[in-house]
Structures are given as C-alpha cells and as structure tokens.
C-alpha cells in the first residue's frame, strides 16, 4: 500500500506564505509525478502545481510566480511553498502521486493524500 500525508495548511493573511509537504510511505521505488490540487468550496477540483522525477514542473496561472513546488526523490516528498497569498487561494490541498512504482514491482496510479486546508483572510 502507498499512503500520503500532507501537512503545512492553516490560516494566514493575505500577503503571507505557507509551506506544504506531503510524504509517501509505502515501498516506493519510484514516483513518476507529484504534484498538488486544490479544491474551493463550490468549485471543482483543480491542479496546481506538479513536479515529474526529473524535476520538470508545471503550474496553473493563477500561481504561477507564488508557488514553488519541489520535491526529494530520496525521501519521496515533495512541497509547495506559497508567498504572497490571496484570498482566492483558499482551498483544500491535496498531494498527489502518480506512476508509482513499488519495490516489489507493484503498480500504482493517482493515490491522493487526505488534503489539508489553507485559509487565506484579508
């Protein structure tokens, strides 16, 4: 079994910075993708940011030049810094993990973590 657990969210005023992580555990060998998704009250679930094993990152406009996501392939983690908040960017933030390969040659695709909550106040 591949599990994730994030950890980092709160509330923050706008203008503020967060810092998200997200492990997995489980006998990984390897994750292809990781990345993070968000879902608002109301609004669907939407990608924010991913990072593929070769450090290859893609992000939502609407973050891009705030968030940072990184990733350490050895302890298979990977992170989202957040400056300069803004109210819209409350959500619920989910880790993902996509392609996982386990040690004993198992097959894993789109595990989600539990999400962990960001509030953004004016």
């Known amino acids: 079994q591949v599990q994730l657990v994030e950890s980092g969210g709160g509330l923050v005023q706008a203008g503020g910075s967060l810092r998200l992580s997200c492990a997995a555990s489980g006998s990984i060998f390897r994750i292809n993708i990781m990345g993070w998704y968000r879902q608002a009250p109301g609004k669907q679930r939407e990608l924010v940011a991913r990072?593929?094993?070769?450090?290859?990152?893609n992000y939502v406009d609407s973050v891009k030049d705030r968030f940072t996501i990184s990733r350490n392939n050895a302890q298979n983690t990977v992170y989202l810094q957040m400056n300069s908040l803004k109210p819209e960017d409350t959500a619920v933030y989910y880790c993902n993990a996509d392609s996982i390969t386990t040690s004993g040659g198992g097959r894993y695709f789109e595990v989600w973590g539990q999400g962990t909550s960001v509030t953004v106040s004016t």
């Open positions: 990072i593929s094993s070769g450090g290859t990152t």
